[in-house]
């Protein structure tokens, strides 16, 4: 299995512009979770999904935040407007049956908002 | 709510010494604990996991973790490290739903 793939593994835009990251689980995994990564705030959950759904998406940081996730093999995070105070490295994580299972990580999508 | 807390920020050795990481978790009840490592450039990595039975956990590359209770604490320990062990390190918490991460301890292992 090829793993978590994330794209792009690096983006550069300036404030004000859509960003679109986007994340392929592992292949039959059922729980997708998005994080962001920053030196003062460490690693933070986004908003995670089981089968698709949505179901908790409280450390979204603000409405400029959106995730979606379509079908199982495909989800998107997308920054609209982007702000400097975004850039961060952006991880992708799935994984199978309950949540305490181990999560395998993408290799993230380094951001940053000029 | 439930925290994890990773007291040193950084951490410096040379090679061969041995390693102890702190972690506290602010949570009373069942808890499923993690330790994750990031080595430069790549994505996190499972490193050992707790979730009952046996509270001295073993895992990959030589690494232990032990769970003790009474303290809230599941600290990291190697006892010869090695320079390839240079990484950010992990502490994670599951309560219900959620994996809560601790700040990270970075580690440094000069040959």
């Known amino acids: 299995d090829a793993g978590v793939i994330q794209s792009p593994r690096h983006e550069v835009t300036e404030m004000g512009q859509e960003v679109t990251l986007r994340c392929k689980p592992i292949?039959?995994?059922?729980?997708l979770f998005w994080y962001r990564q920053t030196m003062m705030r460490g690693l933070e959950l986004l908003i995670y999904?089981?089968?698709?759904?949505?179901?908790?998406d409280s450390g979204m940081p603000e409405d400029r935040f959106s995730a979606k996730m379509p079908n199982a093999s495909f989800s998107t995070l997308k920054i609209q407007p982007s702000e400097p105070r975004d850039s961060a490295v952006y991880f992708c994580?799935?994984?199978?049956?309950?949540?305490?299972?181990?999560?395998?990580f993408g290799p993230g999508t380094r951001l940053t908002v000029l | 709510a439930q925290s994890v807390s990773q007291h040193n920020h950084h951490v410096i050795l040379s090679e061969a010494a041995s390693l102890e990481l702190g972690c506290n978790y602010s949570?009373?009840?069942?808890?499923?604990l993690f330790w994750y490592v990031q080595y430069p450039g790549q994505h996190l990595q499972l490193l050992l996991k707790?979730?009952?039975?046996?509270?001295l956990v073993k895992g990959i590359k030589g690494f232990e973790a032990e769970f003790i209770k009474s303290k809230f604490s599941f600290n990291l320990r190697k006892p010869s490290v090695q320079w390839s062990d240079t990484a950010e390190y992990f502490c994670?918490?599951?309560?219900?739903?959620?994996?809560?991460f601790g700040t990270g301890t970075r580690l440094q292992v000069f040959p």
């Open positions: 999904f089981n089968n698709n759904v949505p179901i908790d």
């Open positions: 707790y979730f009952s039975g046996d509270p």
């Open positions: 292949s039959g995994h059922d729980y």
């Open positions: 994670a918490v599951i309560n219900t739903d959620k994996l809560i």
């Open positions: 994580a799935s994984s199978l049956g309950t949540l305490g299972n181990e999560q395998f």
């Open positions: 949570y009373g009840g069942t808890v499923n």
